[in-house]
């Protein structure tokens, strides 16, 4: 069986080319696996075309990694118009003599979440139906990491060929000596709560130094990550701004972009890791977190609603509510009974969202696309 694996890995550094990456390395092992990459942002149709034309060239299975800003962003002002070329893609893709089609659905824009009570409304919700109704029609099977997801998709699209699978944590830790690891970075001593991952205002790192001027004098936040766009560098200029008005230039910390290595260090130095995201679907810095059994502190919603209501492995607090937020983040940090208990849960966690459970129920997909075949149930 020959995959296409169309994604932004390479060239492009984001999470989606990051999991990707680590992906098709573990899917070599058992398929012949082809890379066909999407340079980003692209407005040329003839792109698409040519990318369409390779994925479907000596394929089995072309397996898509999508998000709407893959395919064509058009930016005016404030407003973004994102995915205008899936259409014209999944068609030429499906032609006759074309593979079979996975598309895993990373991020979807919500038209009702965006826009809702502005009069853009109504035309993005129809402009957005346009792009995943030929998504989800074009594709044998639609692959999404949470239940939320499919009840967003479903607003858009009949959704009968979408199978749940989680996102898989393709984590491999390296487990440092806590305190070597603070003295490492200057925090010897203090009680660190980390936020990792790229920087944008819906993972709500103003929250987190909201919260931070009642903490402790020995708390201190360790912001991991750098923006993806203007918007996001004029949000951590904010941040930063905010930071110094409030007097916490030395207690929170902007450490920007990290290596591997370093990135193991902050990991295992942080006490608590904090997601006060505004939206989620689902977080590969949560499974990097759990993978490093830490504590994790996140927004009540998406995907992370779903592991804490089925693992309990994860603390939530009320999305936005900046006293729930600070009650619970004290609360965790004084008491290592109750964190010690949460983390406990997490490696049945990890081990089932691990890279190998995951590569084995979506080839159970591909076989049953080529051959008819239930799909394998993960152990």
């Keep these: 069986m020959r995959v296409k694996f169309v994604t932004t890995y390479p060239p492009t550094i984001c999470g989606i080319a ?6 098709v390395e573990a899917l070599k092992k058992s398929r012949d696996v082809d890379v066909v990459s999407i340079l980003r942002p692209k407005l040329d149709p003839l792109y698409f075309i040519r990318l369409a034309l390779d994925a479907r060239k000596n394929a089995d299975i072309a397996h898509i990694q999508f998000d709407c800003g893959f395919f064509g962003t058009l930016t005016a002002g404030p407003l973004s118009i994102s995915g205008m070329y899936t259409p014209l893609f999944y068609f030429l893709l499906k032609l006759p003599g074309g593979p079979g089609t996975v598309t895993t659905v990373h991020e979807l824009i919500d038209a009702k979440r965006k826009y809702s009570g502005r009069a853009l409304y109504w035309p993005m919700r129809i402009y957005y139906t346009l792009v995943y109704r030929p998504m989800v029609k074009l594709s044998d099977a639609v692959i999404l990491h949470t239940s939320e997801s499919a009840k967003t998709l479903s607003q858009y699209a009949t959704i009968n060929n979408t199978e749940i699978v989680p996102l898989a944590c393709t984590i491999n830790p390296t487990f440092l000596p806590e305190e070597e690891c603070k003295v490492s970075l200057g925090l010897t001593g203090k009680r660190v709560v980390t936020m990792f991952g790229f920087i944008s205002r819906f993972k709500g790192h103003d929250l987190a130094i909201e919260a931070m001027k009642d903490m402790p004098e020995d708390v201190f936040l360790y912001i991991v990550g750098e923006g993806r766009s203007p918007e996001d560098n004029a949000y951590i200029d904010a941040l930063k701004e905010n930071v110094k008005q409030a007097g916490l230039h030395s207690r929170v910390i902007f450490a920007g972009y990290v290596n591997d290595d370093k990135a193991s260090a902050v990991m295992c130095a942080s006490d608590i890791v904090l997601m006060p995201y505004r939206h989620v679907v689902q977080s590969s810095a949560l499974n990097y977190a759990l993978a490093y059994l830490k504590p994790v502190l996140a927004s009540d919603m998406g995907g992370f609603a779903e ?18 937020l600070k009650a619970k983040l004290i609360g965790m940090l004084d008491d290592r009974s109750r964190t010690d208990a ?7 966690y990890v081990k089932a969202v691990s890279l190998e ?16 075949r239930k799909p394998r149930k993960s152990p």
């Design 18 to 23: 990051i999991y990707s990456r680590q992906y």
């Design 342 to 348: 949460i983390v406990s849960r997490a490696p049945a």
């Design 307 to 324: 592991v804490a209501r089925e693992y309990g492995c994860i603390e939530t607090f009320r999305p936005e509510d900046i006293g729930d």
């Design 357 to 372: 459970s995951v590569i084995e129920r979506t080839d159970g997909i591909y076989e049953r696309i080529l051959y008819g």
